[in-house]
């Protein structure tokens, strides 16, 4: 996961440089007396090559995740505690949203590789971030976003699998449970950190997202062909506010 998510930093240096490209830029450890020099060069075929590479997490992800929401879980749904319930509940939810947005990365991959192999685009820049930050922001942006949260909402996943499929929310589980519970945290802590470190544009991934949120709705609103987003933005609040409006629902105790 680590070299995953450097490797789609535009801030890696070395054994990326290899992976994005070996652009004729420098732009670190230049001090201040240092004239900066930055050289254009044709990125086309490192952009496509970087759609390209995303693409095999992504299938990863999407597979493992698909296997964790589709297997059927061994629970007496008839015996089950309010945080079972609500664990149940939110491991059914980041597991469909992690094979949602692997997906997603996919899809956003092909179509941009396609995008670029039509040569259409001006390709000369100063760097490879630079070139896809112009000429292709959207699913630059929304490809990025939706690995990083593909990995989050699977490790999540994960952590949730283990606990309801081990019962380790019981009391006589409690240590096991909290070794399971603080690992997982450890390890999705260690990857925003990660994700927040590769960032240029966005101070951290929060701050990402709310982007990405703006991308899609200026793209909704500008371009022409615009129904299936339209289509796209009303079906993700409805299922939204659904499962807002279930969630009460489903984690209230059964009445006698």
Known sequence: IASA??????????????FLGSAPVALSSVSSSTALFMVAADFAATGVTFFTSIRIPA???AGSAGGLFFIKLNQNKDHQSKLQKSLLFFYHTVSLMALLLALNVIV??????N?????QRNTVANSVYDFLQREIKYEYVLT???FYASILS??????SRALIEFDL???EKLR??????FTMAAMISHVLHLVNDCLITYPNFWQMTVGVCKLFLDRMINRKSRSMLLLSFTSAIIAFGSLLSFLPEYIRPKEE
């Open 5 to 18: 998510l450097f490797a789609i930093s535009p801030k890696a240096t070395s054994p990326v440089s290899s």
């Open 154 to 159: 699977f490790l999540q996943a994960v952590g």
């Open 59 to 61: 299938a990863l992800i």
């Open 169 to 171: 929310l019981k009391r």
């Open 108 to 113: 956003l991959s092909t179509s941009a590789g």
């Open 144 to 146: 990025r976003w939706s």
């Open 176 to 181: 096991s449970g909290m070794i399971v519970f």
């Open 115 to 119: 995008n670029l192999l039509l040569g």
